[in-house]
């Protein structure tokens, strides 16, 4: 069964220092999306990404964060200087093009980050 | 803001007995409900959608809607120790459908 993989399963970084977070959706989704989740606290969206694009983002997703489509496989979210308060899991997930059916996200393995 | 609220639980309900699970949001505009099933330490993994009032049946889950109270609930049937997880109920709250707001989840545990 298709699926969204992550790398790497663990980031362990020091403050203030740039970590990007890898991610390859599954091969005939469209949309793509990064979400994070705190220890013990709800998933939270961060950003959704179609046709090369951001579509949408949180008031999260501020200046220090960045995602890219570098070629046709890989999704990526960069933190430029980490802080302790982006420690978490984050988790990419990706959807259909469909109508409704981009509306069912399917979730990678998640990334947990932890910065020092 | 847009809320998703849950209660957090523990549910704690044996072998075999039906477990239900709700959900309520403050959106009156939100048309898509998700149910997702998340084991400790993984990723949110899809059980559920509705779209429209009513019930919604696929195996032993009963995903249940009523947009006019702003509730949705979840029932499992013939409840297994392996359903033991956290149910997140999620909301699309975005401009078009590509963003879920999810509740804090509710931690069910099944017990032999």
């Known amino acids: 069964e298709p699926e969204v993989t992550q790398t790497p399963s663990h980031q362990v970084t020091q403050m203030g220092q740039e970590v990007i977070l890898r991610c390859v959706p599954i091969?005939?989704?469209?949309?793509f999306y990064w979400y994070r989740q705190i220890l013990g606290q709800k998933v939270e969206f961060l950003v959704s990404?179609?046709?090369?694009?951001?579509?949408?983002k949180s008031e999260i997703f501020d200046d220090q964060f960045s995602v890219e489509r570098p070629d046709g496989s890989n999704f990526t979210l960069k933190i430029r200087s980490t802080k302790l308060e982006d420690s978490a899991m984050y988790f990419c997930?990706?959807?259909?093009?469909?109508?409704?059916?981009?509306?069912?996200?399917?979730f990678g393995s998640g990334t947990q980050l932890s910065v020092l | 803001q847009k809320e998703v609220e849950q209660n957090s639980g523990p549910l704690s309900v044996p072998e075999g007995a039906i477990a239900s699970l709700n959900c309520t949001y403050s959106?009156?505009?939100?048309?898509?409900f998700f149910w997702y099933r998340q084991y400790s330490g993984k990723s949110p993994e899809l059980i559920m959608f509705?779209?429209?009032?009513g019930d919604k049946e696929d195996g032993r889950f009963t995903a249940q809607l009523n947009k006019a109270s702003q509730y949705v609930s979840l029932l499992i049937r013939d409840s297994q120790p392996s359903d033991s997880a956290t149910y997140l109920c999620?909301?699309?709250?975005?401009?078009?459908?590509?963003?879920?707001?999810f509740g804090a989840g509710t931690r069910l545990a099944v017990h032999p």
């Open positions: 997930a990706s959807s259909e093009a469909l109508t409704r059916s981009n509306e069912k996200l399917f």
């Open positions: 091969s005939n989704h469209l949309y």
């Open positions: 990404f179609y046709n090369n694009e951001i579509s949408e």
């Open positions: 959106d009156r505009g939100s048309q898509s």
């Open positions: 509705i779209y429209s009032n």
């Open positions: 999620a909301v699309n709250g975005g401009r078009g459908y590509n963003k879920l707001i």
